[in-house]
Every structure is written in structure tokens, then in C-alpha cells.
């Protein structure tokens, strides 16, 4: 399953919301009902922490400044206002099949 | 605390072989699925392989099939890649992963003569 992301980049103003586009090149519907994208932000020199499951679930500790939506093959991250620890690279993944992630968008500050 | 701390990364030429560890702690080990997913330099995460929690399921990408085998050690609370045949483009930072959620910090692996 191919996963693309956009933008590729996105410069914020703090305070102002972002919105990240994931298309998938296949329904993420499971047959539970349930649909299998994720979103994970890797912040400059860390590991990818998860943020989102299965669409529009936040993970723990995750703020509620971050939502997701979306079905089938079309899923949005949403930031409604950005400040400068959000700071990073952005990437919707699937586990519907073998996992794959989207390209990534890197997301600054202006 | 959820833990997972990688080791075993470093140079070596191509054609060569390595071996990571993962080391789990703070989660019940033998229930969880297991990946690996690495990150070459300056680009994206891909996902190498994983495992099921007691071994007997494995997948990998297509481009480690035949040179890489993921191995868990439920006694040990350990995760392990056996990477053979090493190319330069499997120059990455490697993670070990619990499920979806919860990564380690990474180690190197170099593949240059």
C-alpha cells in the first residue's frame, strides 16, 4: 500500500492551525470496522512518537491540539495551533498490510 | 517505563553481517508484536520486518528478504535482526519498535568499505 503525503513542507505561524493530507492507494478499513492509519511526529534528532491511532484516537500524553480524520484512503492531521515544540516531520503510516509510511511533512516555524 | 534499547550497530563493509539487539523493559514482552524500521540518513522511515509474539509469524520488506532474519527472545525480553549481505543502502538508523507505539532510541549501522 503506497501512502502519499502533502504537503512536502509547511511553515506555521505559532498560534495558527496546520492541516497534513495522507492518501492511501487502498481502503484502511479492517474488517473490525476499524481503520489502520496512524500519525507519528519525529521531532529534530529523536525518534518517531505516535500520536494518533487507528484515524482520530490520541495517543497518551498527546495533546488535544492534535486531531486526526478522515476513511478509506483519505486521512487529515490537524493542528489547531501550532506552537514551537511541534516542530518536526510529520508521517501517517498503515498496518493494514505490511507497513508502509507516507514521504513526511516537515512542518517549521515562521 | 516502557524501554527499548537498541545496541550491535557500527561500520562494516559490504557483504558483510551485523547483528542488533533490542532490549525491552517496563512492558510484559511476550505479548507484544515487535518491529524493526530503519531511517537512512537525511530521509523517511521504512519498515524492515516483524514479528509475532511468540516467533512464529515473520514478515520483512522485499529488499531484506533472504538477508535479514528477525528473532525474539521471550526469556530475555529481547528483540534481534541478523542482518547478512549488507549492501551500502542499508545504511540506516535502525529501531526497535513495540507495536505502533512506542520506539527505541535507534542505533547506526554504516555500510562502507
Known amino acids: 500500500i503506497v501512502m502519499t503525503q502533502t504537503p512536502l513542507s509547511l511553515s506555521v505561524t505559532p498560534g495558527q492551525p496546520a492541516s497534513i493530507s495522507c492518501k492511501s492507494s487502498?481502503?484502511?478499513?479492517?474488517?473490525?470496522?476499524?481503520?489502520?492509519l496512524s500519525w507519528y511526529l519525529q521531532k529534530p534528532g529523536q525518534p518517531p512518537q505516535l500520536l494518533i491511532y487507528?484515524?482520530?484516537n490520541r495517543f497518551s500524553g498527546v495533546s488535544d491540539r492534535f486531531s486526526g480524520s478522515g476513511s478509506g484512503t483519505d486521512f487529515t492531521l490537524k493542528i489547531s495551533r501550532v506552537e514551537a515544540e511541534d516542530v518536526g516531520v510529520y508521517y501517517c503510516?498503515?498496518?493494514?498490510?505490511?507497513?508502509?509510511f507516507g514521504g513526511g511533512t516537515k512542518v517549521d516555524i515562521k | 517505563e516502557v524501554q527499548l534499547v537498541e545496541s550491535g550497530g557500527g561500520l562494516v563493509q559490504p557483504g558483510g553481517s551485523l547483528r542488533l539487539s533490542c532490549a525491552a523493559s517496563?512492558?510484559?514482552?511476550?505479548?507484544?508484536?515487535m518491529s524493526w524500521v530503519r531511517q537512512a540518513p537525511g530521509k523517511g522511515l521504512e519498515w524492515v520486518a516483524n514479528?509475532?509474539?511468540?516467533?512464529?509469524?515473520?514478515y520483512y520488506v522485499d529488499s531484506v528478504k533472504g538477508r535479514f532474519t528477525i528473532s525474539r527472545d521471550n526469556a530475555k525480553n529481547s528483540l534481534y535482526l541478523q542482518m547478512n549481505s549488507l549492501r551500502a543502502e542499508d545504511t540506516a538508523v535502525y529501531y526497535c519498535?513495540?507495536?505502533?507505539?512506542?520506539w527505541g532510541q535507534g542505533t547506526l549501522v554504516t555500510v562502507s568499505p
Open positions: 519498535v513495540r507495536g505502533i507505539d512506542q
Open positions: 517496563g512492558f510484559t514482552f511476550t505479548i507484544n508484536w
Open positions: 514479528i509475532n509474539p511468540d516467533g512464529s509469524e515473520k
Open positions: 487502498q481502503s484502511l478499513l479492517r474488517s473490525d470496522g476499524k481503520t489502520s
Open positions: 487507528e484515524v482520530s
Open positions: 503510516m498503515q498496518d493494514l498490510q505490511l507497513p508502509t
